[in-house]
């Protein structure tokens, strides 16, 4: 796969019914002249108009229903997020881990969410799951804790139903209702010592 930290900017990410994700990137800076390829599959990068590419993935494992098409999962700006233009020099230090997840507002009661990690340690299992916070911390909740694993390059993606009300836990074996319309709730991705890597804030209506 191709590494998102070559990217200026992600400016479109949609999810549709064949369960393919395709990242439209600004490549101002990087030269699209020949498409990168992946082994036994597309190319990873398709060359389009313009300094336009399209970075494709699919979905390899895993499965969740999608009756209808999603038309428009949201538009995620990368441009604070710490991701490197393909132009600029290699950072000495690893890049942060980041969570990019869409929709985030105005979500239904179980919602479905999209969300792609950048900058994980290569080849591992981590966890995206939906945290809310309440007196005594943030509580997990386990029905809908996905688990992911980040490529050659740092990179998983996923989607995980965000459920407005649900009984959650902070591992201390005592259960709490969690009701996002009261509380902050939040999508984040966590090793297996569930230390969060990243959280991304999710609203209801």
């Not at 009756?67 to 710490?82: D, L, N, W, Y």
């Not at 009701?179 to 090793?191: E, F, I």
Request: glycine share 8%; proline share 5%.
């Amino acid at each position: 796969m191709v590494d998102l930290h070559e990217y200026s900017s992600v400016e479109l990410f949609r999810l549709t019914t064949t369960a393919d994700v395709s990242i439209r990137a600004n490549l101002r800076n990087f030269p699209c002249s020949s498409p990168v390829s992946r082994p036994g599959g597309r190319p990873a990068v398709e060359c389009g108009q313009g300094s336009t590419c399209v970075f494709r993935t699919h979905l390899d494992e895993g499965s969740f229903p999608m009756g209808t098409k999603i038309r428009r999962i949201a538009t995620v700006v990368a441009a604070a997020a710490g991701i490197v233009a393909a132009s600029a020099p290699a950072a000495s230090a690893a890049a942060p881990v980041r969570l990019f997840a869409a929709p985030t507002h105005a979500l239904s009661a179980n919602a479905t969410v999209a969300a792609v990690v950048t900058g994980l340690p290569a080849n591992g299992t981590f966890w995206v799951g939906e945290c809310g916070w309440v007196p005594t911390g943030c509580a997990g909740n386990p029905a809908t804790v996905v688990e992911i694993h980040s490529d050659a390059k740092g990179f998983a993606f996923t989607t995980i139903v965000a459920q407005k009300v649900y009984v959650g836990n902070i591992g201390d074996g005592v259960d709490v209702t969690v009701d996002c319309a009261a509380v902050q709730c939040t999508l984040g991705v966590y090793d297996a010592a569930i230390t969060a890597f990243d959280r991304v804030d999710i609203h209801f209506r």
